[in-house]
């Protein structure tokens, strides 16, 4: 299976008069703190595939992870991942390093660096703020029937149980309503559980738009969305399990500086 390996482009610079070797990877499509110490990311095709179920060669699949965690400084910190399974389980995580990955498709966290795969679903990634230490991090994998079986909105239930107040999201690259086509039966049976969802394709037949339908999920429970993605149908830069079904997966990311958050300054 020809899978695109990570890339990391080595630029010499020159400081003080010595030469410094820097290794400069392009791993993302999207990088901001989004609050002091805090920060959020979805990675492109540069960084490889990311999972490990997908038939990829598992010491490539590390290394390209051990190569993103150095991209985002995490340090001997790594990102948690999880087995993802389209289904609506929360996994709370403890601040330290990765545990063996439960079988969730959402995580949460009082610190734990954080980490969702998607080539098509749609990724969410939150940040809520505390009365006192630091943020309460949450990532989630919503698909098809993560959707409709509430899946976000199960993540920040969980996220306010560890006492979150303001949460807000950013939802990654995903397959958009006018690309993904559905049985006219399908687009009923979903739309009936997670409005929003109902729409037609760029071909005038029916679809299911996943994206607006998590954005509608997460402001019926008071979450603000900072940021939402493309299609990753229609962008060769990004990994479409509807382009290739032999594709990788890119991921969506949240970390804090320090690993338990208590110098990213969040609160208020
Ligand atoms: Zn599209």
Redesign the pocket.
């Known amino acids: 299976m020809a899978l695109p390996v990570g890339s990391a482009m080595v630029l010499s610079r020159r400081i003080g008069g010595r030469s410094t070797r820097l290794a400069v990877f392009e791993v993302f499509s999207w990088r901001v703190e989004v609050r002091p110490g805090v920060w959020v990311a979805f990675t492109n095709a540069a960084a490889g595939n990311l999972a490990l179920h997908v038939g990829d060669n598992a010491g490539d699949v590390r290394r390209r992870r051990s190569e993103l965690e150095r991209a985002a400084g995490l340090g001997a910190r790594g990102f948690q991942y999880m087995n993802q399974v389209h289904g609506n389980e929360v996994a709370t995580i403890a601040p330290g390093p990765a545990v063996p990955a439960p079988t969730a498709d959402a995580l949460v966290s009082r610190g734990a660096a954080l980490a969702v795969m998607v080539a098509d679903c749609v990724p969410v990634v939150m940040v809520g703020s505390t009365s006192g230490g630091g943020p309460v991090l949450g990532v989630a994998h919503a698909g098809r029937p993560g959707v409709a079986s509430g899946v976000v909105t199960a993540a920040v239930t969980r996220m306010r149980a560890l006492g979150a107040g303001e949460i807000s999201a950013w939802i990654g690259p995903s397959?958009?309503?006018?690309?993904?086509e559905v049985p006219a039966g399908m687009r009923a049976e979903v739309s009936a559980v997670a409005p929003g969802t109902w729409c037609d394709t760029?071909r005038g037949t029916p679809g299911l738009d996943l994206p607006a339908g998590v954005r509608r999920q997460l402001k019926s429970v008071g979450v603000a969305v900072e940021y939402s993605g493309g299609?990753?149908?229609?962008d060769d830069e990004l990994f479409s399990y509807r382009r290739d079904r032999h594709t990788g997966r890119f991921a969506g990311l949240v970390w804090t500086a320090t690993g338990d958050g208590t110098k990213a300054d969040i609160d208020g």
């Open positions: 397959v958009c309503g006018r690309c993904y760029s299609c990753t149908l229609e």
